[in-house]
């Protein structure tokens, strides 16, 4: 993340906080209810997210909660499609997904992973894309594989969990321990109950996103060769992003 400027625009930041608060809640929200979770004025928090909603990136229900609106759905879309990050990478997110394991696709924001595609054995994927509520980056070895690539050797990484209801993780793996060893390794692993094995890697470099794999009973001789079968994915997914787009395509 670049550093702040010298001279940030305050009202630009908050709105976007109360943005994104609204975008993370699963279900409409009052403005009193952002206020508290914002601990900002009712006042404060009225004009910001009355901006947004007269922008269309908000828009209020009969119950006079605010959920995402037209803009910010136009504006997700076209993202998406012009990053075509999802589109490089869905063949060989499915062609990993064809050895039985989960296969992951996403990126960091702050200690978050935001999940474009979270394949699952069993799972369509139509079901797989879009589909994954924000997780905390200690919880997934994309994520930790993500931080050692941003990773500031001057900066303090948490030592302890980041969500304590996230307790998949077996114990002794805090971020201070996994992302050094992340960084040095060049991949990431972490080790959950039931004995499921993950292995993430990063795309790009500077990195743009990130890869990993989950599956039962991976012992750890066979993870090197895991980790390196990812970062050959990684690199055609990378490929195929650098080539030239096909604009041949037919509206509906």
């Known amino acids: 993340m670049d550093s702040l400027p010298s001279q940030p625009n305050n009202s630009l930041i908050a709105g976007f906080r109360c943005l994104e608060e609204i975008v993370r809640a699963e279900k409409a929200i009052g403005s009193r209810e952002l206020a508290r979770k914002l601990d900002w004025s009712h006042a404060r928090v009225n004009r910001l997210i009355g901006t947004l909603a007269y922008l269309g990136l908000l828009e209020r229900d009969e119950n006079r909660r605010y959920r995402p609106g037209q803009a910010l759905h136009a504006l997700a879309a076209q993202s998406i499609s012009?990053?075509?990050?999802?589109?490089?990478?869905?063949?060989?997110?499915k062609e990993l997904g064809l050895q039985g394991q989960t296969v992951g696709l996403g990126t960091l924001w702050h200690y978050s992973v935001c999940y474009f595609i979270n394949e699952r054995p069993g799972r369509t994927i139509e079901e797989a894309i879009l589909r994954h509520k924000l997780w905390p980056a200690d919880?997934?070895?994309?994520?930790v594989a993500l931080l050692a690539d941003a990773w500031d050797q001057q900066l303090s990484l948490p030592d302890q969990a980041l969500d304590?209801?996230?307790?998949?993780?077996?114990p002794g793996q805090p971020l201070s321990v996994t992302v050094p060893e992340a960084r040095e390794r060049g991949y990431a692993?972490?080790?959950?109950?039931k004995d499921i094995v993950s292995v993430g890697v990063t795309?790009?470099?500077?990195?743009?996103a990130g890869l990993a794999v989950s599956g039962p009973h991976l012992g750890a001789e066979y993870v090197p060769s895991l980790a390196t079968r990812l970062q050959d994915a990684a690199q055609q997914i990378l490929d195929r992003l650098n080539q030239v787009p096909d604009d041949n395509i037919h509206d509906v």
């Open 82 to 93: 012009n990053s075509r990050l999802i589109a490089a990478a869905l063949p060989i997110v």
């Open 203 to 208: 795309i790009g470099s500077p990195a743009i």
């Open 189 to 193: 692993v972490l080790r959950f109950n």
């Open 139 to 143: 919880n997934s070895a994309l994520g």
């Open 164 to 170: 304590p209801q996230q307790d998949g993780l077996l």
